[in-house]
């Protein structure tokens, strides 16, 4: 059996803790003993705890700058596990297991990200990338959830010869169009058979393009009354602000703030469209795939692989030009949206289902324990 340690930073909501707390879920008990380890735990922490089979560590980081203490409890951690191989998600984490892991003990790093404008998210972040790039060629293997991830680390200097691409499992049977929890929410919001609802998943953060949508999104408000569009997530209130400002009227009453939601399964079943309009650092954009996998197709724009994942069921959009996403959304609108989301479903279960990305993580280790 082959002892295994899975880290990642915390297990709050985002699009990397779902994939890792699948890949927890589904690994094969049977072949894998697994310990899972995070820095701060999370509000999923409880999802995890109650996974059988496995061992849970919150090793309690104290914030940033707690790096000597928390150094010693991971590698005390690691010592006693003495894994065979080491998977961290992401920054942080993945330079604590380089620095803290056992002598024999094999590491995969996870990207998840491309394009990045690092000077977005102060000097901390650039740091973190600055010294993954110092040590990736210390690392036994990569794994990227895109090409798009692979191609920009190798363009930035990255040792990128032992990674590999490994996309996002979609669960299908949880994203999946359920007629109830569409009429349930059509209700709600009060939408007519006739209406029009379209939707953004995504954290309010500067790479996920809010105010390039605010800006498509009201010339689409004005010229059509049959529309009504629904954000869901959270974050940085200065963009909100920035997005209100710019829908005037319309904010709060035809672009609704849902906020985080945890149900986005039944929210998916209520829209018509989805839009990702990401400006950069897109590498495998969950939110599209769970939304094709319900049955709605998508307006992206050509970051990371979303091109890649929508293939020819959905609309692709140069980034940053809030007047080629009106378009597209506008031409989502005049096709038969039900006929394409279908076949959208059907391009998930083909190609980025959750078993696929399981089955294709577990090959990985066994090829280097």
């Known amino acids: 059996m082959i002892r295994i340690v899975l880290a990642i930073r915390s297990l709050d909501i985002g699009g990397a803790e779902r ?12 072949r894998f003993e697994v310990t899972v380890c995070t820095m701060y735990g999370g509000v999923q922490e409880p999802i995890v705890r109650e996974i059988p089979g496995i ?25 006693e596990v003495r894994p065979d191989v080491i998977y961290s998600f ?19 790093w996870g990207f998840r990200a491309s394009d990045m404008v690092l000077s977005k998210y102060g000097k901390m972040a650039q740091l973190l990338f600055w010294l993954q790039k110092k040590f990736s060629c210390r690392v036994d293997r990569i794994i990227a959830n895109s090409h ?21 499992g979609i669960d299908t049977e949880r994203f999946c169009r359920d007629m109830g929890k569409r009429e349930t929410f059509r209700k709600r919001y009060n939408l007519a058979k ?15 393009g809010y105010p390039v949508l605010a800006q498509a999104a009201k010339a689409l408000l004005v010229k059509y009354v049959n529309v ?64 094709m996998s ?28 809030h007047k080629a996403l009106s378009k597209g959304i506008e031409k989502m609108m005049q096709i038969d949206v039900s006929k394409l989301g279908k076949r959208a479903r059907d391009r998930i279960k083909e190609n980025f289902s959750i078993d696929k990305m399981i089955h294709r993580t577990e090959r990985v280790i066994r090829e280097i324990s």
């Not at 994939?19 to 049977?30: C, N, R, S, W, Y």
């Not at 992401?90 to 995969?108: A, D, H, V």
């Not at 191609?151 to 691409?165: I, K, L, Q, S, Y």
Request: aromatic content about 10%; hydrophobic content about 40%.
């Open 148 to 168: 798009a991830s692979v191609a920009f680390h190798e363009t930035n200097g990255f040792c990128m010869e032992r990674a590999v691409v490994i996309p996002n």
């Open 294 to 321: 319900s049955e709605v197709p998508c307006v992206v724009t050509d970051v990371g692989d979303s091109a890649v994942i929508v293939g020819d069921t959905g609309i692709v959009v140069p980034p940053n030009d």
């Open 55 to 79: 061992t849970y560590h919150n090793l309690g980081k104290r914030g940033r700058y707690d790096i000597f203490d928390f150094s010693w409890k991971y590698r005390r951690l690691l010592n």
């Open 228 to 291: 009504k569009f629904f954000a869901v997530g959270d974050g940085d209130p200065a963009i909100k602000n920035e997005c209100e400002a710019i829908l005037g009227e319309f904010s709060g009453s035809r672009f609704v703030w849902l906020g985080r939601r945890e149900n986005i399964e039944e929210i998916y079943s209520g829209l018509d469209v989805v839009v990702s309009p990401s400006l950069f650092g897109e590498g495998f954009s969950n939110s599209i795939a769970e939304a």
């Open 19 to 30: 994939q890792f707390i699948e890949l927890v879920k589904g690994i094969d008990k049977t």
């Open 90 to 108: 992401m920054g942080e984490m993945n330079l604590f297991s380089l620095w803290c892991k056992p002598k024999n003990t094999r590491l995969i």
């Open 194 to 208: 006739s209406d029009i609802a379209i939707g953004i998943v995504a954290r309010i953060d500067p790479m996920k």
